[in-house]
């Protein structure tokens, strides 16, 4: 069968974009949220202007959600001279749909308005932006930020979706290395969900994720074009963990730095523990060992194993051929690896 075929299967099965059947609920709820939400900012004479998606479905590298739980990240825009002053103003107008609509955890974060519909397994985050000409500011500031706390932050958001889209250095295989580099982005998202402990796993940043993977993207194909998923995946891993983003500040302990390739060219992991960039740092070196070790194993039932116990039991084991022992059976359809939080 070839190994690439068990990532095409493993692909296929954690994949998601906005207009997958599984994501059907998710996305009606979000379009009757955000029309209330556009309501309620016309009643309070700012507007919406226009309205995107971000994040993984906007970059075509969603995944399907290991806990059950679709995100949203929606931007709603006003323009300039609508806008007031208090960015937080148009934030608690949003937090007041998102409570009425009957979401729980609601909450006003510094970047967003953020709340859950556990019925619905929905977890959406309103981002605001006010719009002059062409230059977007962010909505920055929690609930109760004085006025030292809180400012229209300029980004641009666009530009970074663009900026991850981007093919433009591909050439001739423009598309091909477009889909590969969108596949690896999904097969680190999924390693991420299954090798760290939730609370861990929320601070290791999708947004992240996704720019070292496209800062350091390394395509593999045969001669004939076929795809080589795994060898892409090792050196792109490879170059991810020697690429200068881990920085020892004690022996032993790391500190992970992602600069956003956009305005405002922020640290994406200002803030991080150095627990989370140790963990990290460990767990990056042993995907790069066991991606290597799966490269030079010649079994394919025994590649599998491997890749499974990276990325969890969507990436099957084939079972073994009839006649064989009992024993190696039970080693053959063993179960994934299991969650935990530890460093390595």
Known sequence: MGIQTHFNNFHEKIKLGREDDVYKAARKRDDSITTDV???????????????IQGSLKTHTGIKPVNGDYDIDRALVIEHGSAPQNPVAPKKTALEVLEKR??????????CVTADYSSENLHIDFIIYKRNGDQHYLAVGKKTSDENNREWSPCDPLGLIDWINDDSDYGDDAEHKRGQFQRLVRYIKRWRDVQFSDSVARKVFSIGLTVMVKEKFKSSF?????????????????????????????KDRFRVRVDLPTEPYRDIFDGSSLDTGTQLYNKQSRLVDKLSEAINQTDERKQCEILNSLFGDDFSVPEPP???????????TAP???RNSQGA
């Open 336 to 338: 994934g690896f299991v």
């Open 38 to 52: 556009k309501t309620a900012f016309r009643e309070a004479e700012y507007p919406v202007v226009t309205d995107f």
């Open 222 to 250: 045969s001669t004939e074009s076929a795809r080589q998923d795994l060898i892409a995946l090792h050196n792109t891993a490879a170059a991810i963990f020697r690429g200068g983003y881990f920085i020892e500040e004690e």
């Open 102 to 111: 009957g979401f729980k955890n609601a909450r006003i974060k510094k970047p």
């Open 322 to 332: 009839k006649g064989t022992s009992k024993a190696s059976r039970a080693t053959y």
